[in-house]
């Protein structure tokens, strides 16, 4: 990170001629060196996620729609959640078609599942990192957008029972990021454009809507005029982008509409409004200091460390829109629209999952906004120092400060990927051998539907198995076989590695 520091340095103190050529080869060398380090963690991180990490439950209940779309049942998930019968428009698959869609496609080709599944996630991981460099470079140049593109890689969200184990998870937190941030980066000249991203971001992960007040005040600081005159030039450039925004959701909706018919459409919207009115979950009795210390718990860095680079890179996002807030150039007024979108934004969700008392502790909820906001913060605070008072004092605290903040997030980055490849826990080829035996007997007995136990580790076994997935509890379940970890009740049909498949009761 000292070569961060020296960049950051380097237009203020400005060195004679002779001595800035050595040094900008120097930071030249070191800034290569360092993005191919950043380029080699990522793959790593990348193929682990593809091809090592576990396939779990949510990932497969997302993979049976395009499954049941291929065959032609629909848009419908196996309702697993909803009485273990094919469930059209199923509300409890919050990961949306913007995400699912392309994996239906995938499947059409024989690909294997899995595999197909977990490809899409990972292209909008790639799109999620070439935004967050576009926009770094916009803002503060390539350090910034090697601080931008760093700051994924220093996060997690794969504690608990409900994680994002890995950028290819099928699951619709990271699309819906990635299309946020490239809607940021095409909104000062393509306002219509960012609102339909948005608009599919919502559609990818329904959570994404909590960014709009984040793009309302972007459009505010980039009007032209002072006081009511930008609130209203504001407002004449916001109707466009607001209503292309709803056009992917008011899509899905009418081919729900189309589907299900009236009487079923309605039960269809009330089912949706219950399950966002719970966040489908149960009252979890969670306050807010314990969602922010689970927060600051999320990288692979001490939380007492993590929130010192928070308070450090806001220390200094906050100096630099104040010092040009009033004398801001049409350059710098981007960069100030997307630092206040990004406080906005990153506040909107982090304050949403904290106040929510329903959510478990699971950072996944407010992933979207952490992976689009968090990183354009890190690059506003490499931009704000050379926006700091001329003085050597501020530009010397402004240099450390920033340098601090690159150092917290390259550990945390080297740490995640360490954490990644040393991890000894379930893996997909181990999943794949144990259910092999069964798979084969499910397909020669031509079974159609398999009951999980419960909801968890059967729920993924089952979709590899390549049946329709149901719980043991739901009545239509009853002449179903059930796959169990424990010696079966009934007779076992057959016996994989770990688990069996049992007769049913």
Same mark, same amino acid.
């Given at each position: 990170m000292a070569a961060l520091a020296a960049s950051v340095r380097s237009a203020p103190l400005r060195p ?66 909803? %009485? ?32 197909? %599944? ?17 926009? %770094?470079?916009?803002? %503060? ?47 000062? !000249? ?46 004449? !450039? ?48 969670t306050t807010v200091l314990q969602k922010l210390g689970t927060l600051a718990d999320s990288g692979s ?69 952490i992976l689009a906001f968090f990183p354009l913060l890190a690059a506003v605070a490499v931009w704000a ?5 001329? !003085?050597?004092?501020? !530009? ?110």
């Amino acid at each position: 990170m000292a070569a961060l520091a020296a960049s950051v340095r380097s237009a203020p103190l400005r060195p004679s001629s002779g001595a800035r050529a050595p040094m900008s080869r120097l930071r030249t060398a070191l800034f290569w060196v360092a993005a191919a380090a950043l380029v080699i963690g990522h793959v790593i991180l990348a193929w682990h996620s593809l091809t090592v990490s576990r396939f779990w439950e949510d990932e497969a209940f997302n993979l049976t729609v395009p499954r049941n779309l291929l065959a032609g049942l629909g848009y419908a998930s196996d309702g697993a959640l909803s %009485g273990s019968t094919i469930t059209p428009f199923d509300p409890r698959i919050s990961t949306g078609p913007v995400v699912l869609l392309p994996v239906a496609a995938l499947l059409a080709t024989g690909m294997d599942p899995v595999l197909a %599944g977990r490809l899409v996630p990972l292209a909008f991981w790639v799109l999620l990192l070439a935004g967050l460099a576009a926009l %770094g470079r916009r803002i %503060g140049g390539r350090w910034a957008a090697l601080l931008a593109v760093t700051v994924p890689l220093a996060f997690t969200a794969g504690a608990g029972v409900s994680p994002i184990q890995g950028p290819a998870d099928l699951l619709g937190e990271i699309p819906a990021a990635a299309l946020l941030v490239w809607a940021l980066t095409v909104l000062p !000249r393509r306002a219509w454009l960012a609102g339909l991203l948005v608009g599919l971001a919502v559609q990818a992960k329904l959570i994404a809507a909590l960014a709009l007040p984040a793009f309302a005040v972007a459009l505010w600081v980039l009007a032209d005029g002072r006081g009511w005159a930008r609130v209203r030039e504001a407002l004449r !450039r916001a109707w466009l982008p607001l209503l292309l925004s709803a056009v992917p959701t008011a899509l899905f909706e009418l081919g729900a509409l189309l589907a299900l018919g009236p009487a079923g459409f309605i039960e269809h919207l009330r089912a949706f409004v219950r399950f966002v009115r719970s966040g489908g979950q149960t009252d979890a009795a969670t306050t807010v200091l314990q969602k922010l210390g689970t927060l600051a718990d999320s990288g692979s860095l001490p939380p007492i460390v993590a929130l010192l680079g928070a308070v450090l890179t806001l220390a200094l996002v906050t100096l630099g829109v104040v010092r040009r807030w009033r004398t801001a150039t049409a350059e710098e007024r981007v960069v100030i629209a997307y630092a206040l979108a990004a406080v906005v934004g990153a506040l909107a969700f982090v304050a949403w999952w904290a106040t929510a008392s329903r959510l478990p502790l699971w950072v996944r909820h407010p992933a979207p906004g952490i992976l689009a906001f968090f990183p354009l913060l890190a690059a506003v605070a490499v931009w704000a120092v050379t926006r700091l008072p001329e !003085r050597r004092a501020w !530009r010397i605290v402004g240099t450390v400060a920033a340098a601090l903040v690159g150092a917290i997030v390259a550990t945390g980055a080297v740490l995640h990927v360490t954490d990644t490849v040393t991890s000894r826990g379930l893996t997909l080829a181990a999943q794949r051998a144990d259910v092999e035996p069964l798979r084969a007997w499910v397909e020669e007995n031509d079974v159609e539907w398999v009951a999980a136990e419960r909801w968890g580790w059967a729920v993924p076994l089952v979709v590899l198995i390549g049946a329709h997935l149901g719980l043991q509890d739901a009545p239509s379940m009853t002449e179903a076989p059930r796959l169990a970890l424990d010696d079966c009740p009934t007779a076992t049909l057959v016996e994989g590695t770990t688990s069996r498949l049992c007769a049913a009761r």
